[in-house]
C-alpha cells in the first residue's frame, strides 16, 4: 500500500471523487478550493478556484473531463479538469439554499442537486434553454443522491428517513419508502448490479435491491453514526467510515 498524504489545504476537506478511469482524484475543501491529484504518480495535476462557498460536494461528468460542484445559493459550477477553467454555471433560480448534494447521470444528460430544504433540482442539459425544476422531494436536507444506471431514476435519502425514487423524465416522486431509524446519509448505486447501498446515524449500512425495494441485507459492525458508505469500482466491496473512527471494509 502507497501512502501519499496531501497537505495543501487550509481548511476542512468536504468531499472527493475518483473519475471514471480512477486516475484523477478531485478533493473539495472549506478553502474554496478543488485539488486535482494524479493518482497514479501521487503529484497534484490541478487547481480549480472556486468562488467562496460556492464548492461543496462534487461529481465528474462527460467521461471525466468536466467536473462539476454545488453550494451557495444552489449554483452548480462546471470546470474543465484539463484547464481548471469554469466552463458552465446552472443556478437554481428562485431557490436561494445551500445545496448539500450534487450528482450527473451517468449519460451526463441531467444534473441533479439536493438542498437543505429538502427540495430536489433537476437540470435537464440537452434542453434547448436549461431551466431548473424543483421537486419538493423531502421534508428535510437532501443528503444524498444516486441516479440508475440508465439515468431514468434518481435515488434520494434525506435526514425525514424517506427514500425516494424520483422519475427523471416526468421529475416526479414516485415511490417513497423506509428503513433506517434515524437520518440517512448517503446513497450509492452499485456499479452493474441492481443494488444500492444506504446509511445512517442508526449505525447501520443497509443493501438494498433496486426493483424491489427489499431490503438485502444490514450491516451493523459500526458503533456510531455512518457518515458514508460506497461501492468498490467492481461493486465487490463496501467501505463505510463513521464517527466509531473507524473504516470498514466488507467483501462478497
Not at 38 to 56: P, Q
Not at 207 to 222: A, G, I
Request: include cysteine; proline fraction near 2%; charged fraction near 25%.
Amino acid at each position: 500500500v502507497r501512502c501519499v498524504q496531501e497537505t495543501d489545504h487550509t481548511l476542512g476537506v468536504i468531499d472527493l471523487k475518483f473519475n471514471e478511469l480512477g486516475n484523477r482524484l478531485a478533493v473539495s475543501s472549506m478553502d474554496s478550493v478543488i485539488r486535482v491529484w494524479d493518482v497514479d504518480n501521487g503529484v497534484k495535476f490541478s487547481e480549480i478556484a472556486c468562488n467562496t462557498c460556492e464548492n461543496w460536494k462534487i461529481d465528474f461528468t462527460e467521461g471525466g473531463r468536466t467536473l462539476i460542484t454545488a453550494g451557495e445559493q444552489g449554483i452548480v459550477s462546471f470546470y474543465d479538469l484539463e484547464t481548471a477553467e469554469q466552463t458552465q454555471k446552472l443556478r437554481s433560480e428562485g431557490v436561494d439554499v445551500f445545496a448539500s448534494v450534487v450528482r450527473a447521470s451517468p449519460n451526463g444528460s441531467f444534473i441533479a442537486t439536493g438542498n437543505t430544504t429538502g427540495n430536489i433540482v433537476l437540470f435537464d442539459l440537452n434542453a434547448e434553454k436549461v431551466k431548473p425544476v424543483a421537486i419538493e422531494a423531502h421534508k428535510k436536507m437532501v443528503r444524498g443522491l444516486a441516479f440508475s444506471h440508465d439515468g431514468t431514476k434518481l435515488i434520494s435519502v434525506s435526514d425525514d428517513l424517506q427514500i425516494n425514487y424520483i422519475d427523471v423524465p416526468t421529475k416526479k416522486v414516485i415511490q417513497s419508502f423506509t428503513g433506517h431509524k434515524s437520518n440517512i446519509n448517503s446513497v450509492d448505486m452499485h456499479p452493474t448490479a441492481n443494488q444500492f447501498i444506504t446509511c445512517s446515524f442508526d449505525k447501520t449500512v443497509k443493501v438494498w435491491d433496486f426493483n424491489s425495494r427489499e431490503c438485502l441485507d444490514t450491516l451493523t459492525t459500526h458503533e456510531d453514526n455512518v457518515w458514508s458508505a460506497k461501492y468498490s469500482k467492481d461493486g465487490n466491496t463496501i467501505g463505510s467510515v463513521s464517527d466509531d473512527f473507524s473504516v470498514v471494509i466488507y467483501t462478497s
